[in-house]
């Protein structure tokens, strides 16, 4: 399983071609027999629209929601079902009694690295034009690590637009980046996170490999077998967060982004939001390839 997923991820996180004969069709499908045809011919599937994962080990590198399982009409998962990811059985339990503070409201979105990412400003000026007088969008020095630890404990929704990077040896330690105010060096490391105070229904994390993290090192809680960003944020008190499961394209994502907060706007939720945007970059020939969608996943505390 461990090298058909890492064969399946190493088709898949790089552009290339999306016709029917195309290299990363036939592990997807595999992988789509293997995890969800079994479920599918128990009848657990029927009449079902949303799947929620518990992944486990190198299922944690997998999008799922990229998986061909219907072998009669070859579509991918996520063209049937709104795809949510939990960290653990027992923490989506805990987290889901959680309360939030319902007086959080309004939008926060940063891109410190609008001249390295051009597309970043893109996706934060879109999501202002969405959300008008609600939304706070701060570009370049403004969007400081001070001016995130300052205003993100209100806000309802956070994007941050940025680069991610994944310290696979100490996973603690992985970071995005804002940037550098005083003392602050501009790293908001995973250590870091677990030390927040969150009230947010949606954060995102618009960076790379966001989504991966680490496993079984000794500071994690019993069952949840995997650390990083996403688990961080999950615990300071971020409801949902999305992450990305390897380095995306800037102009496709930002492309997706505009997408998804056009659907959440409308009144969809995260994971209705996020199934639409992938859907519509799926059946653009320019972005139909899953490196550009399928790396983008959600995972929830509720």
């Not at 079994?38 to 929601?65: C, M, S, T």
């Not at 907060?261 to 199934?275: C, F, K, P, V």
């Amino acid at each position: 399983m461990t090298s058909l997923i890492d064969f399946t991820r190493e088709t898949m996180s790089r552009p290339g071609p999306s016709q029917p004969g195309a290299l990363w069709r036939s592990p997807l499908r595999r992988l789509g027999q293997l995890l969800i045809a079994p479920v599918r011919a128990a009848g657990y599937l029927d009449n079902k629209r949303a799947l929620i994962i518990v992944p486990h080990g190198e299922l944690h590198f997998l999008p799922f929601q990229a998986l061909l399982a219907d072998s009669a009409s070859d579509r991918f998962l996520v063209e049937r079902f709104r795809v949510t990811y939990a960290p653990s059985a027992s923490l989506w339990l805990q987290l889901s009694s959680r309360r939030r503070n319902s007086s959080s409201d309004g939008v926060l979105a940063l891109a410190p690295r609008t001249n390295a990412l051009p597309a970043s400003r893109g996706e934060v000026d879109a999501i202002g034009d969405i959300y008008g007088d609600r939304a706070s969008v701060l570009v370049g020095a403004a969007a400081s690590e001070r001016a995130f630890r300052a205003l993100a404990p209100t806000k309802s929704i956070v994007h941050i637009a940025t680069y991610g990077v994944l310290n696979k040896h100490n996973p603690l330690f992985s970071f995005v980046e804002l940037a550098p105010e005083g003392d602050d060096d501009g790293r908001l490391e995973v250590h870091e996170v677990f030390g927040l105070t969150l009230n947010a229904r949606l954060l995102v994390l618009s960076a790379c490999q966001t989504a991966l993290g680490s496993g079984a090192i000794a500071d994690v809680p019993p069952g949840d077998d995997w650390v990083g960003l996403m688990q961080g944020f999950l615990y300071a008190g971020a409801d949902n967060v999305l992450a990305t499961l390897w380095a995306v394209d800037d102009r496709a994502t930002e492309q997706l982004m505009k997408s998804f907060y056009r659907e959440l706007n409308a009144g969809r939720s995260e994971s209705a939001a996020l199934a639409e945007a992938q859907r519509a970059a799926l059946h653009v020939p320019a972005t139909a390839h899953p490196f550009y969608w399928a790396g983008f996943v959600l995972s929830s505390g509720r």
